[in-house]
């Protein structure tokens, strides 16, 4: 896979090699989704929606945070959904999950419908951000919390698949882009360590999660 096909599978998997890119991500964002789970503000009976999921693996730690939550995914590739719906169908029946295919930039749930909306490796692909953001911004109840994790541009930027279809952020450009857009930060984490890529090459990867609260007033 060239760095074009595997820049367009990150945005949007399909087909067997987009389920092999998802099952490498697992892998490779683990650590990301282990800082979210530390620093998610998740309450017994909170609604908690998923933007962005993959295929879906993840779910199951939700529950393992709290297991009372009410657990909303999104994501607008169909093979995802499918992938997704297939491992958590035990979740699904219990009515703790619900799998929708859908974009970001149009929303299929009432104004104020969640607590929290949970995005990793996603904001490169809300293109133009403003109107996802406003999307995210409307389901999201007055006091909710977004929580986005991502790898900021200096970290990623020399990487070849980043260089079509990604919008990349350093931590002070993403915060002032949520900012002007109704949200306020109120917690950013950052964790940098070492990695040996397949080619052992040294790598430094710089895992970032911030949380941006839904500002009632804006
Ligand atoms: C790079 S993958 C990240 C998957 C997982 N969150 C992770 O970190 O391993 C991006 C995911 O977001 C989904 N996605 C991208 N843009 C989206 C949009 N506008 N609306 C819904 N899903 C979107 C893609 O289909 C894909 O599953």
Not at 16 to 33: D, H, I, K, M, P
Not at 188 to 206: Q, V
């Amino acid at each position: 896979m060239d760095a074009k096909q595997l820049s367009d599978q990150l945005k949007k998997p399909s087909g067997e090699a987009g389920l092999e890119v998802a099952e490498a991500l697992n892998e490779s964002n683990q650590r990301l989704y282990d800082l979210a789970f530390e620093i998610m503000p998740a309450q017994p009976e909170a609604q908690i929606i998923e933007i962005g999921f993959g295929n879906g693996k993840h779910f199951a730690d939700y529950f393992r945070v709290e297991p009372n939550l009410k657990l909303t995914g999104v994501d607008f590739s169909p093979d995802m959904c499918r992938e997704a719906k297939n491992r958590n169908q035990e979740f699904i029946n219990n009515k703790q999950l619900s799998v929708h295919c859908c974009d970001t930039s149009a929303l299929p749930f009432p104004d104020h419908t969640f607590d929290v909306a949970v995005a990793l490796n996603v904001i490169y692909f809300l293109d133009p951000p403003e109107v996802h953001l406003k999307e995210i911004k409307r389901i999201l109840k007055p006091d909710g919390k977004f929580l986005i994790g991502y790898r900021p541009r200096h970290s990623v930027e020399h990487l070849e698949f980043t260089k079509q279809n990604f919008i990349l952020y350093e931590s002070d450009e993403l915060s002032s882009l949520l900012e002007e857009n109704g949200f306020t930060i109120t917690m950013e984490e950052i964790r940098t360590y070492k990695k040996r890529a397949m080619d052992h090459t040294e790598l430094t990867i710089c895992d970032c999660c911030l949380i941006a609260k839904n500002d009632a007033t804006a």
